[in-house]
T-cell receptor, first 115, second 113 residues
Framework: TQLLEQSPQFLSIQEGENLTVYCNSS?????LQWYRQEPGEGPVLLVT?????EVKKLKRLTFQFGDARKDSSLHITAAQPGDTGLYLC???????????????FGQGTILTVHP | DTGVSQDPRHKITKRGQNVTFRCDPI?????LYWYRQTLGQGPEFLTY????????KSRLLSDRFSAERPKGSFSTLEIQRTEQGDSAMYLC???????????FGSGTRLTVV
């Protein structure tokens, strides 16, 4: 059974600050996705990382997949109130050798950016 | 393309009643997933359909839960004899290929009183 841990669980910062959230596991993943979820809505896909060591940038967001493909991080530069939400990582897993692509989500990091 | 639609958005029901939720995925997406999310947690996998075939069910899906996708388009999730522990957000997601990201609906918030 894979153990997926996201940290920190809660993060409260002021507008303009930088932050990093982490997603760690003991398992190796073929790919990993990051989602952001606002209250009362479903998660929205931000990025998919596939290659170990891969870095992807999405405006002020920088995503990194660990070299061993067991961990990932999300760095936000100059956070804005609109970044507030639940950030979820979701590595893809295989089920019994057949890849249904079921995603297992971490607990998430609740980010609050104060104006 | 209107995205993934879920209906209703909110449902309040008394313990012991049956409820049914509907999900309309993006039309060309043959893969459909149901997840459940409780407050402060990430979504937990419930079941997966490829076209009309239900290919995987989580152990979380007790005998009181049943899901269908009769024509490979919309899907329904029914909960019989609801319990207070069933209170959660029920999310539906779809995608075309395994390498794609999920497109989630806005969810159905179930409250069992």
């Amino acid at each position: 059974t894979q153990l997926l841990e996201q940290s920190p669980q809660f993060l409260s910062i002021q507008e303009g600050e930088n932050l990093t959230v982490y997603c760690n596991s003991s398992s190796v993943f073929s790919s990993l996705q990051w989602y952001r979820q606002e209250p009362g809505e479903g998660p929205v896909l931000l990025v998919t990382v596939v290659t170990g060591g891969e870095v992807k940038k999405l405006k002020r967001l920088t995503f990194q997949f660990g070299d061993a493909r067991k961990d990932s991080s999300l760095h936000i530069t100059a956070a804005q109130p609109g970044d507030t939400g639940l950030y979820l990582c979701a590595p893809a897993s295989n089920a019994g050798g057949t890849s249904y692509g079921k995603l297992t989500f971490g607990q998430g990091t609740i980010l609050t950016v104060h104006p | 393309d209107t995205g993934v639609s879920q209906d209703p958005r909110h449902k309040i029901t008394k313990r012991g009643q049956n409820v049914t939720f509907r999900c309309d995925p993006i039309s060309e997406h043959n893969r459909l997933y149901w997840y459940r999310q409780t407050l402060g947690q990430g979504p937990e996998f419930l079941t997966y359909f490829q076209n009309e075939a239900q290919l995987e069910k989580s152990r979380l899906l007790s005998d009181r839960f049943s899901a269908e996708r009769p024509k490979g388009s919309f899907s329904t999730l029914e909960i019989q004899r609801t319990e207070q522990g069933d209170s959660a957000m029920y999310l539906c997601a779809s995608r075309k290929e395994n390498r794609d990201g999920y497109t989630f609906g806005s969810g159905t918030r179930l409250t069992v009183v």
